[in-house]
Structures are given as structure tokens and as C-alpha cells.
């Protein structure tokens, strides 16, 4: 059964600074990697979508990597804002025969950005 | 790309009365759609997928149904609501064999 773990569970950081949340899974057979945002009450929004066989993707101040074979992925916030306060979320997507496919959620990082 | 319609946004309802919570997409067709339920302090939990009209898999037993009465909507229900049916639900839908998921607003369900 795929576990995703995120590391830290909570951070808090000053404006402007770089950081990285990290994100592992247990079984490497894994479809695509999804990094969420969820702001308080609210639902999920996508920041970046991997495939399997990509090694990064790139948007904005955002940068995820992945490497499966380790079964580790990691979400880089350059130049961090009180506006990225949120809690951050990873996900993995099995293969699956179908397209449905049941994502596995980690259990979120809390980032509190300081102005 | 895909939108996500919700709602309620809040509902609160007691003990034993019934739920019906409604998602709708818009921008694509024939798309896999999902209910998930994120407790107080837990992750999100699958409760539902459907893959299309009338085809619902059920992930855990419990309290609730889904039905899919058309190709773009997706329904929650319950017939006698618990305490521990509170939570905040979500609708998520994906499609084609490289999309990410797309998440609704979500509604915050009180059984009291």
C-alpha cells in the first residue's frame, strides 16, 4: 500500500526567503506526482504536475523535482511571500488499466511565510 | 481545463436528516470523478470514484452514496446523516491518460 510522507508538517519562515518541502513515497511505481495549495476552508489547487518520467517541472517561483527510483520529491519556493502562506500538499497517482486513478495524499506541510 | 461547481459551500444538518451534496464540471466530457473527505487534522480520504454514468466504486464502507446521473455531475448523498459524517468534501475530477486531477471549492459539512 503507497504511503506518502511530507517533511516538515509545519514551517515558518521569514519574507524572501528560499525553501524546500519535501515529499516521499514508498512504492516507486508510481504514474505522476501533483503538488496541491489549500488555503484555510478552501479546496485544492494545482501548482505542478509530474509525470513518471519527468525530472522536474518549472512555473513561476515554483520548482518540483522528482526521483522515483529514491521515491522522493521536493517543492522549491524561491523568494518566498506572506501570499504562499498555505498548506502544501503532495499527492501520487498509481498506474493504473483505466484512467481513473485514486491519488495518494500526503499529509501536508503548513508553510507561514512572515512579512 | 477543467472547472469544478460546488455546493453548498457550508452546510450544517442533524443528526438522522439526509444530504445530498452536488459537483458539476465544466470544460471536459467523459471525465473520471471523485469524492474525497478531509476530517479535522487527517488527510484526504477516497470515498468514491466514477468513471462513467451510473458507474460508481466505492472505497470504504460507510454512511454515504454517489450516484452519476449525467456525464458531467456527480452526487453525494446520505439517508440519515451521522455525527461522524462531518468533514469537508470534495469533488475532483481528471481525464485522458495525462491530465492531473482538478479539485472543486469543496463544502463544509456539520452534523449536529
Known amino acids: 500500500k503507497q504511503e506518502v510522507t511530507q517533511i516538515p508538517a509545519a514551517l515558518s519562515v521569514p519574507e524572501g526567503e528560499n525553501l524546500v518541502l519535501n515529499c516521499s513515497f514508498t512504492d516507486s511505481a508510481i504514474y505522476n506526482l501533483q503538488w496541491f495549495r489549500q488555503d484555510p476552508g478552501k479546496g485544492l489547487t494545482s501548482l505542478l504536475l509530474i509525470q513518471s518520467s519527468q525530472r522536474e517541472q518549472t512555473s513561476g517561483r515554483l520548482n518540483a523535482s522528482l526521483d522515483k527510483s529514491s521515491g522522493r520529491s521536493t517543492l522549491y519556493i524561491a523568494a518566498s511571500q506572506p501570499g504562499d502562506s498555505a498548506t502544501y500538499l503532495c499527492?501520487?497517482?498509481?498506474?493504473?488499466?483505466?484512467?481513473?486513478?485514486?491519488?495518494?495524499f500526503g499529509s501536508g506541510t503548513q508553510l507561514t511565510v512572515l512579512p | 481545463s477543467q472547472t469544478i461547481h460546488q455546493w453548498p459551500a457550508t452546510l450544517v444538518q442533524p443528526v438522522g436528516s439526509p444530504l445530498s451534496l452536488e459537483c458539476t464540471v465544466e470544460g471536459t466530457s467523459n471525465p473520471n470523478l471523485y469524492w474525497y473527505r478531509q476530517a479535522a487534522g487527517r488527510g484526504l480520504q477516497l470515498l468514491f470514484y466514477?468513471?462513467?454514468?451510473?458507474?460508481i466504486s466505492s472505497e470504504v464502507p460507510q454512511n454515504l452514496s454517489a450516484s452519476r446521473p449525467q456525464d458531467r455531475q456527480f452526487i453525494l448523498s446520505s439517508k440519515k446523516l451521522l455525527l461522524s459524517d462531518s468533514g469537508f468534501y470534495l469533488c475532483a475530477c481528471n481525464g485522458g491518460t495525462a491530465d492531473g486531477y482538478t479539485f472543486g471549492s469543496g463544502t463544509r459539512l456539520t452534523v449536529v
Open positions: 499527492a501520487v497517482s498509481p498506474f493504473s488499466s483505466g484512467s481513473a486513478r485514486q491519488l495518494t
Open positions: 466514477s468513471v462513467g454514468i451510473g458507474q
